[in-house]
């Protein structure tokens, strides 16, 4: 099973800027919806976005909308998630995942496969 690899987490302050990446070595990205991930201590895994391949739209998750933006590269090979105006509470553990074909609106974890290990991602002053 392809597993993706995620990559550009880090410590920064509020206001901040992070890009992360997600990798997806000889995943067929055409065929995929590429989906991220949040878990932070405590709580449970959110959905945060996610990128259907296959007419190129977009499911962001409502605490995100506005501040987050989703893409993908030209070759089609990484699904990046630009995240901006970071806060406190994005703190978490980023994670990557695929579905065949297009997003599922309600972003629900066990719809998506090809996890990968996660990038941690801190906003902290």
């Known amino acids: 099973q392809v597993l993706l690899v995620e990559s550009g987490g880090g410590l920064v302050q509020p206001g901040d800027s992070l890009r992360l990446a997600c990798a997806a070595p000889g995943l067929p990205l055409d065929y995929f919806a590429i989906a991220w991930f949040r878990h932070a201590p405590g709580k449970e895994r959110e959905g945060v976005s996610c990128f259907s391949s296959s007419d190129s739209s977009t499911v962001y998750a409502d605490s995100v909308k506005g501040r987050f933006t989703i893409s993908r590269d030209n070759a089609k090979t990484t699904v990046y998630l630009q995240m901006n105006s970071l806060k406190p509470m994005d703190t978490a553990v980023y994670s990557c995942?695929?579905?065949?074909?297009?997003?599922?609106?309600?972003?629900?974890?066990?719809?998506?496969?090809?996890w990968g290990r996660g990038t941690k991602v801190t906003v902290s002053s």
């Open positions: 995942a695929a579905r065949q074909y297009a997003c599922s609106p309600s972003l629900r974890s066990s719809e998506y496969a090809n």
